[in-house]
């Protein structure tokens, strides 16, 4: 996570604003296949030029100035002017970085098989019943509060089936539907807690865990208080394993 990759990856994300609905409904009709904009400036500042005869993508950027309200200067937005900016498409020049994509973990063995059936007896202690479905989203699995289910898809290998199962109980076990953690905040605990519980049984979901905490960290010192929060959530889910017989002490390592 501290690597150079990672920062410069990081920094470069930083550069873009967020846009309004209205702007990113501008940006589609203009340029569909558009993923990374900005304006002619900034793509200099990260060195990279606009294309010679590319036409620009046109939003609206706000005018503000310093008005007087009750005695008190304070800026506000006046008006609404057109401004240009460009897709990386439209650009050419140094390299974009870019944040690793999680890997579906395709190990098996009889360790990862006995943990997945102690990690759905624990569920069911839990009164939580897990199934396994197809999803029409690109998700590998998901949490129901109402119902107090967890769905995973039906077509995970068993290493991806048991850190997507342990990812969603973290949610179950830790989180409410309405409280007012931040989502990004809920998806860095709970993957820190299938990383800490992984780790623990000596499987490794490295390759899926810290490309996926990446994705939802955009301050890299938002992860460490994440998984100081998930310890106490792994090591209840590691005493239930321990429970059934499942001693991560003495369990083989992962082939």
């Known amino acids: ?35 990374y904009v900005a304006g002619y400036k900034t793509w200099q500042s990260l060195g990279r030029q606009v294309k010679k005869g590319e036409s620009s993508i046109v939003i609206l950027a706000p005018v ?35 944040l690793p994509l999680p890997q579906i973990l395709e190990l098996d063995s009889d ?39 967890i769905a995973l898809r039906d077509d995970l290998p068993p290493m991806q089936q048991t850190k997507t199962l342990i990812h969603e109980l973290a949610h179950a076990l830790m989180h409410k539907k309405d409280d007012n953690t931040p989502r990004h905040v809920k998806e860095l605990e709970a993957e820190s807690t299938a990383f800490l519980v992984c780790d623990a049984l000596g499987l490794d979901s490295s390759s899926y865990s810290f490309p ?35 001693s991560p002490m003495e369990l083989p390592m992962a082939a």
């Open 111 to 149: 360790t990862i098989q006995q943990t997945i059936r102690s990690l759905e007896s624990y569920a069911r202690s839990q009164n939580i019943t897990v199934i396994k479905t197809s999803f029409s989203s690109t998700a590998l699995g998901s949490f129901h509060y109402r119902t107090r289910t």
């Open 212 to 246: 996926y905490l990446s994705c939802w960290a955009d301050d890299p010192n938002e992860i460490l208080p994440a998984a100081e929060r998930a310890c106490k959530v792994a090591d209840e889910i590691l005493l239930a394993v321990r429970t059934i017989n499942l």
């Open 64 to 98: 503000i100035r310093k008005v007087e309200e009750d005695g008190t200067e304070v800026k506000k937005v006046v008006a609404f002017q057109t401004a240009s900016i460009f897709d990386i498409a439209q650009t050419q020049g140094d390299e974009v970085p870019e």
């Open 1 to 35: 996570m501290n690597s150079e990759t990672f920062k410069a990856a990081l920094n470069f994300r930083r550069k873009f604003h967020q846009y309004s609905f209205s702007n990113v409904y501008l940006i589609y009709a203009q340029c569909p296949t558009a993923t």
